[in-house]
């Protein structure tokens, strides 16, 4: 088990393997899209 914490709130909250590589997907995935939608602004 890892420990992250909310950047928001800053509460401490553990995650297995699994729920790391989700909530690594679900970053990946926002930052491309930020990126895509600059980009199509243009």
């Known amino acids: ?4 914490s909310c950047p928001k709130c ?10 790391y590589d989700q909530l690594h997907i679900r970053y990946v995935t926002r930052c ?3 990126n895509w939608n600059a980009v199509k602004r243009e």
Do not use: Y
């Not at 088990?1 to 992250?4: A, D, S």
């Not at 800053?10 to 729920?19: A, C, L, W």
């Open 1 to 4: 088990m890892q420990e992250l």
């Open 32 to 34: 491309f899209q930020g």
């Open 10 to 19: 800053g509460e401490v909250f553990q995650v297995d393997e699994t729920g």
